[in-house]
């Protein structure tokens, strides 16, 4: 069973930094591409960056610059390192990959940014 655990949201002022983790369980990690979504209040969910099964990266063109995706397949987890944080990131962040054709989501951490 497929299993994403995310951990590491909290509220930081503008400017601030914080890194979010998802540890992955129930799969073979190492060749599933990864992702990271969002979704503020009253928004959709918003794809913010993807990670290959051989570490390429992309990013949604609000986040080029300032976030990084990364992933360490011998803990099965991956991160988003989230750098000059700004009030419009505040979102509920989900960890997601795909497994047979089936999305799987992660609970999602918070991250609320004061201004």
């Known amino acids: 069973q497929v299993q994403l655990v995310e951990s590491g949201g909290g509220l930081v002022q503008a400017g601030g930094s914080l890194r979010l983790s998802c540890a992955a369980s129930g799969m073979i990690f190492s060749i599933r591409t990864m992702a990271w979504y969002r979704q503020a209040p009253g928004k959709q969910r918003e794809l913010v960056a993807t990670i290959t099964s051989g570490g390429s990266p992309n990013y949604v063109d609000s986040v080029k610059g300032r976030f990084a995706i990364s992933r360490d397949n011998a803990k099965n987890t991956v991160y988003l390192q989230m750098n000059s944080l700004k009030p419009e990131d505040t979102a509920l962040y989900y960890c997601?990959?795909?497994?047979?054709?089936?999305?799987?989501w992660g609970q999602g951490t918070q991250v609320t940014v004061s201004s």
């Open positions: 997601n990959t795909g497994v047979g054709g089936v999305q799987y």
